[in-house]
């Protein structure tokens, strides 16, 4: 599966790979721009060529038959999303529980073009003592930008300049949206 990946890729697709994945077990990953369905396309060749295990959370309703078991499989996580719960606290509960815990997610929180970004990637790092791993899908330039992983300080927006400075100019796959 990995030989395939590779040459869909890089071959087929002309892609490359900037920066290797750091050896991490436990991080959240953040992705971005994240403007189309065929981003997770892009995220199932790099799980395949970088030999790691991503994971995912989603809302407890996603993981019941008849599918459940294929969402566990891909590396999903069921959280309880309810007003009640405390959707970081229980998200950063997960990296105590697995030896390996990789989370990735899209800080835009949607396809479509946004703003200002969702904050709740950089509290669930925080809270689980966690680096963030920055990864960015640029149409543009055809390639995957890794970053090195960065702990989350006490400073958000001198850490936000960080971020949005790794992104700056990478063009999604709907340019528009970026």
């Known amino acids: 599966m990995r030989v395939l990946s590779k040459f869909i890729f890089f071959k087929l697709m002309r892609w490359k790979l900037i920066g290797p994945f750091p050896e991490v077990e436990k991080c959240v990953v953040i992705i971005v721009p994240h403007t189309s369905w065929v981003d997770f396309f892009i ?3 790099l799980r395949s060529i970088l030999k790691r295990e991503f994971n995912f959370i989603g809302k407890k309703s996603l993981f019941n038959p008849p599918f459940g078991w ?8 069921p959280i309880d999303r309810s007003k009640n719960s405390d959707t970081v606290v229980s998200t950063a ?3 105590t529980q697995r030896k390996v815990f990789r989370l990735a997610l899209s800080p835009e929180g949607t396809r479509k073009k946004v703003t200002k970004w ?6 669930i790092a925080k809270e689980a ?8 899908f640029d149409y543009g330039k055809k390639q995957v930008k890794i970053s090195d992983p960065v702990f989350p300080t006490d400073d958000k ?3 936000f300049a960080r971020y949005k400075d790794f992104f700056k100019g990478v063009v999604g ?6």
């Open 43 to 45: 995220g199932l060749l």
């Open 70 to 77: 294929y969402f566990r499989w891909m590396g999903g996580t």
């Open 93 to 95: 509960k997960i990296f």
């Open 118 to 123: 969702k904050t709740g990637f950089y509290y």
């Open 129 to 136: 003592k966690v680096p963030i791993v920055m990864v960015a």
């Open 157 to 159: 927006e001198k850490d």
């Open 173 to 178: 796959k709907i340019p528009e949206y970026t």
